[in-house]
């Protein structure tokens, strides 16, 4: 029980393992038909107008969707494509790293590991900021080991780039340049006096220079915003908000992947090896950090994930070098399990006696933006108005994106925003007040006489049926500007 059997090429043995994994996982998600979440229904109307920057996030994911729209067109399954095709390159190149640091038996076992995660497993039937960071800082980690192995320029260079279009994605990216500064300290402080790290760290900046200025442009929105979802301005010190994100990432890994990682960050021994160091200090730094976040004010079980490309590595190296080999099956095994159980739930819960409800259903908020969409459609050609307004961004992309499946045509989406406040994407570029519309159908309860101080031709439509009850329609025409 000391080794794995490899196959005969586990290169080879690999890809075809990550292609079944990856035609499973769409069937899967075809079988389920699963609709847009409220963020990748954003994402979709962010991509129908490119930018350097949105509100909440780096361009990176809609450029991505654009691409993806462009090649197979606006279906759920087509945005949702990149997903599943990154994180299985993804694992690819964790092969890679695994093999130039350790050996073929554990690059294979590790690709294997990360393509099981349940982290793997459930963003790979989401398109999310989190797919395209862990591409970026995989392929950066990998272009850093060449790097620190050879010092040639275009491994450095290469380095450069991948942290530039990590940024791009998503500013987690950051961490990756404290990582790298770590090792270089630790291991290769020669190289600290070398022109070649320096640069590679410049070309990254500059690839995300563009998104600066955006920023700049739009008073730094998405900066504020990053700041504001960390909640540092408020209560500090919760304990239950860190025990939930702790008990999350037994989650996220797999509920034995993670006690391994943490097995090996915790022995000794791992610490004299500058391999196993290398993995460590590419995944631990980062969890502690997001621990630490998470016991000020609070952190998203999904934050750390780019600590789980060098854990995966440190975890699988730690469990085969020291002949754990049934611990590593019964993980994979379970992440499996577990993956399983997530994609075939609605056929298996009536099966088990269990009737999908929103007790039940993991995805009851994925499932009714369909219908609801058919219905804003059907208004819209009665009205003959193809936008959509309302206060509520959740509904508005959502509605925005169905309507526009269901009408084969575009759907121009406004926020309704009295207050001023920008919290969205739609309120800073997007404000009904600031745009120009022939007509548009406003979505929400608001109060008549209002709505007739702000619009020269008020109209009340049927109320439209959404998931989360029906919601009054107004057609209104002529913007008089926001009462007081």
């Not at 920057?53 to 991505?64: D, E, H, Q, R, V």
């Not at 993980?331 to 075939?344: Q, S, V």
Request: glycine content about 6%; charged content about 15%.
């Amino acid at each position: 029980m000391r080794h794995l059997r490899l196959p005969a090429d586990p290169m080879i043995a690999l890809a075809v393992t990550l292609v079944a994994l990856t035609l499973w996982r769409f069937l899967a998600a075809w079988d389920a038909a699963l609709e847009l979440s409220v963020d990748e229904a954003q994402y979709f109307l962010w991509s129908l107008n490119p930018a350097w920057g949105y509100y909440s996030k780096p361009p990176m994911i809609a450029w991505t969707i654009a691409t993806a729209r462009t090649l197979c067109g606006e279906s759920e399954l087509c945005i949702r494509a990149p997903a599943l095709v990154l994180f299985a390159l993804t694992s690819g190149l964790i092969a890679l790293i695994g093999k130039q640091l350790f050996n073929e038996r554990i690059a294979f076992s590790s690709a294997l590991a990360f393509a099981t995660l349940f982290l793997t497993s459930f963003y790979s039937w989401a398109m999310t900021t989190d797919s395209l960071l862990l591409f970026f800082w995989t392929a950066a980690l990998y272009g850093f080991l060449r790097a620190i192995t050879r010092n040639a320029w275009r491994d450095w260079m290469v380095t450069g780039v991948a942290v530039g279009l990590g940024l791009l994605s998503k500013y987690t990216m950051s961490l990756f340049l404290l990582c790298a500064f770590a090792v270089l300290l630790i291991d290769h402080r020669r190289l600290l006096s070398s022109p070649r790290p320096w640069c590679a760290a410049l070309v990254a900046l500059l690839f995300l220079a563009p998104n600066l200025a955006w920023n700049a442009q739009h008073g730094f929105a998405t900066l504020r915003h990053t700041a504001e979802i960390s909640q540092l301005d408020r209560q500090l010190f919760r304990p239950a908000s860190l025990l939930a994100f702790l008990l999350a990432q037994f989650g996220v890994m797999g509920p034995l992947m993670f006690p391994a990682f943490l097995g090996a960050a915790s022995d000794k021994t791992v610490w004299r090896d500058a391999r196993l160091r290398l993995c460590v200090l590419f995944s631990l730094p980062v969890l502690v950090l997001f621990v630490t976040l998470a016991f000020l004010t609070r952190a998203h079980a999904n934050w750390a994930a780019p600590a789980y490309v060098g854990a995966t590595l440190l975890a699988v190296a730690w469990l085969l070098q020291h002949a754990r080999k049934r611990w590593y099956v019964a993980a994979i095994a379970l992440n499996l399990l577990l993956a399983g159980g997530l994609y075939h739930w609605h056929r298996l819960a009536p099966a088990l006696g269990m009737p999908l409800s929103a007790e039940t259903d993991p995805f009851h908020k994925l499932r009714g933006w369909k219908e609801a969409g058919r219905h804003l459609a059907a208004q819209m050609q009665t009205a003959g108005c193809h936008a959509v307004a309302t206060a509520d961004r959740g509904s508005l992309v959502a509605l925005a994106y169905y309507a526009r499946r269901a009408l084969g045509a575009p759907v121009a989406a406004y926020a309704y925003n009295p207050d001023g406040r920008v919290q969205n994407h739609f309120e800073l570029t997007a404000d009904l007040g600031k745009s120009v519309f022939s007509c548009a159908l406003l979505i929400g309860s608001h109060d008549p006489m209002r709505l007739t101080g702000e619009f020269a031709k008020v109209e009340p439509l049927p109320p439209l049926p959404l998931p989360t009850g029906a919601a009054p329609v107004w057609r209104v025409e002529g913007f008089l500007g926001y009462r007081p």
